[in-house]
């Protein structure tokens, strides 16, 4: 059991918009601590698709955003594609346990 | 072009060590902090630990903590886990990963290796 939360799975339809949340506590999101965001397609290695909470890395479309509010922080994506479907794994430091990710959340293109 | 490559995955006995290297190359290895991160079968991500950019700083999980030993060669460009008294729940594909900075905490993994898969078994 993470100390950071994600739904198990989400879903959408193509074109559409679908948020991933990462839920934490004040001794890791809470706390101030950056937010990163990682996608994993089936049988490779995980892929960084966003940094310090809201920053996109070369390459990566602009239909992935992300933001972060109190305890808590989501990733967007927009006008959705087949190829998005993958896990999507939250990571953020917390004072107690040093590195941490989400469960992870699987997402479905309908 | 960055590149990361783990090796010495295989199959080992509950108790016994294993020792994982990752090469890189394709920039100034001494320059960034490095980790590792596991994935169980089936399973999602696990940080496991990191090592600053100059090896000063150390940090683990605590799930490994006392048994794995991380550690990097300058010289040869390549990092490193010691992992000893291995326990079946140790089976995972382990991960070396870049990270964007030097030390301190994350700012990302922007760099990842292809994955050495680990089985603890009798």
């Known amino acids: 059991q993470s100390v950071l939360t994600q739904p198990p799975s989400v879903s959408g339809a193509p074109g559409q918009r679908v948020t991933i949340s990462c839920t934490g506590s004040?001794?890791?999101?809470?706390?101030?601590?950056?937010v990163h965001w990682y996608q994993q397609l089936p049988g490779t290695a995980p892929k960084l698709l966003i940094y310090n909470n809201n920053n996109r890395p070369s390459g990566v479309p602009d239909r992935f955003s992300a933001s972060k509010s109190g305890t808590s922080a989501s990733l967007a994506i927009s006008g959705l594609q087949a190829e998005d479907e993958a896990d999507y794994y939250c990571?953020?430091?917390?004072?107690?346990?040093?590195?941490?990710f989400g469960g992870g959340t699987k997402l479905t293109v309908l | 072009q960055v590149q990361l490559v783990e090796s010495g995955g295989g199959v080992v006995q509950p108790g016994r060590s294993l020792r994982l290297s990752c090469a890189a190359s394709g920039f100034t290895f001494r320059s960034y902090a490095m980790h590792w991160v596991r994935q169980a079968p089936g399973k999602g991500l696990e940080w496991v630990a990191v090592i600053s950019y100059d090896g000063s700083d150390k940090q683990y999980a605590d799930s490994v903590k006392g048994r794995f030993t991380i550690s990097r060669d300058k010289s040869k460009n390549t990092l490193y886990v010691e992992m000893n008294s291995l326990r079946p729940e140790d089976t995972a594909v382990y991960y070396c990963a870049r990270d964007r900075g030097g030390s301190g905490r994350s700012d990302g993994m922007d760099y990842w290796g292809q994955g050495t898969l680990v089985t603890v078994s009798s």
């Open positions: 004040s001794s890791n999101i809470g706390a101030g601590y950056d």
């Open positions: 990571q953020s430091y917390d004072s107690s346990l040093s590195e941490v």
